[in-house]
């Protein structure tokens, strides 16, 4: 019994070491007899004992190669210091195992020579601005040049630019002059509004003193207007009332039974009152003026 269960055991033994789970994210490149013969994707294979054999196992997930500061040599010869990350993927497990050596040796030494020739196509100002167009003509070089082993390179980033410190101390003192400058330009600027806004309002103060008066000046003139017009008025309704007067007095008189010439001289009376001395020129009838006429012949003649 024990003779027969010892095959079965290494039997088991062996099946189970041939039988094989790829995670998920990962690929293994399986070569038999030192060929290549496939790549094994997520789930469960079985491979050969003897003949088969897991070459590499491939992650799939996308990776980052943090790289230590490269010193590069800007167009205008300043020497400065500058670290990268790469962003990457393994998109054929095939050509990664068998396209290159080693791989991340490879990015990184191609990374170094790529962001020298970058840096020294640029000035060193134009280094200091312009790390977008820096990030997008590495990524399209890598992604070139390492697309033949089975890599996408997805994202290149300039972490730090470390200029020398000749150029540090220049930069901080750029910087300082440029905020004292954007400085005395905020209070001048302070101080042109606050003069503007001072003379608005001396203006608008002037508008109002002036409206006011002006609404003084209309309602004085009223107010005089008003009392002329009532002066007026009252001299005339005193007149009117006198000639009314006048007017009933020779009514009276001319119901007692008085001649024309006595009603001629009243109304020369009425008229003389009328004026109050204040007329310059008044309109006498004519027959009035007729019997006026005779009145200063016979004064002439008592005299």
């Known amino acids: 019994m024990g003779f027969v269960i010892v095959p079965i055991v290494i039997v088991l033994v062996i099946i189970s070491s041939c039988l094989k789970i790829v995670p998920q994210s990962q690929a293994y490149v399986i070569e038999r007899l030192g060929a290549y013969v496939g790549t094994w994707t997520v789930g469960i294979h079985f491979?050969?004992?003897?003949?088969?054999?897991?070459?590499?196992?491939?992650?799939?997930?996308?990776?980052?190669?943090?790289?230590?500061?490269?010193?590069?040599?800007?167009?205008?010869?300043?020497?400065?210091?500058?670290?990268?990350?790469?962003?990457f993927q393994i998109t054929d497990p095939k050509l990664y195992t068998y396209g290159v050596e080693n791989p991340i040796s490879a990015i990184e030494n191609l990374t170094a020579t790529t962001l020298r020739n970058v840096i020294g196509s640029l000035e060193l100002d134009q280094t200091l601005t312009s790390r977008d167009v820096?990030?997008?003509?590495?990524?399209?070089?890598?992604?070139t040049a390492t697309d033949p082993w089975g890599i996408k390179v997805k994202k290149v980033e300039i972490k730090n630019i470390i200029p020398p410190?000749?150029?540090?101390d220049a930069m901080e003192k750029q910087m300082k002059a440029e905020r004292e400058r954007r400085e005395a330009i905020l209070k001048a600027e302070g101080e042109k509004q606050s003069t503007i806004l001072v003379a608005e309002g001396k203006k608008s103060e002037a508008i109002l003193e002036a409206e006011a008066e002006k609404a003084a000046?209309?309602?004085?003139?009223?107010?005089?207007?008003?009392?002329?017009i009532r002066e007026a008025e009252g001299q005339a309704q005193a007149i009117l009332a006198v000639q009314n007067a006048n007017a009933e007095g020779i009514k009276l008189i001319k119901e007692a039974g008085a001649d024309d010439k006595v009603i001629q001289i009243k109304s020369l009376?009425?008229?003389?009152?009328?004026?109050?001395?204040?007329?310059t020129k008044i309109i006498i009838p004519s027959e009035i003026q007729g019997l006026a006429g005779t009145l200063a012949a016979l004064k002439e003649t008592v005299k």
């Open 134 to 143: 820096i990030n997008t003509q590495m990524r399209e070089i890598l992604d």
């Open 165 to 168: 410190t000749a150029i540090q």
């Open 269 to 279: 009376e009425a008229f003389t009152k009328a004026a109050n001395g204040q007329a």
């Open 217 to 228: 000046a209309i309602l004085r003139a009223e107010a005089k207007k008003e009392a002329t």
């Open 47 to 87: 491979k050969l004992p003897i003949f088969d054999r897991i070459s590499k196992k491939v992650l799939l997930k996308e990776q980052t190669l943090d790289f230590a500061p490269q010193s590069v040599i800007t167009r205008d010869n300043v020497t400065m210091k500058i670290d990268s990350i790469i962003f």
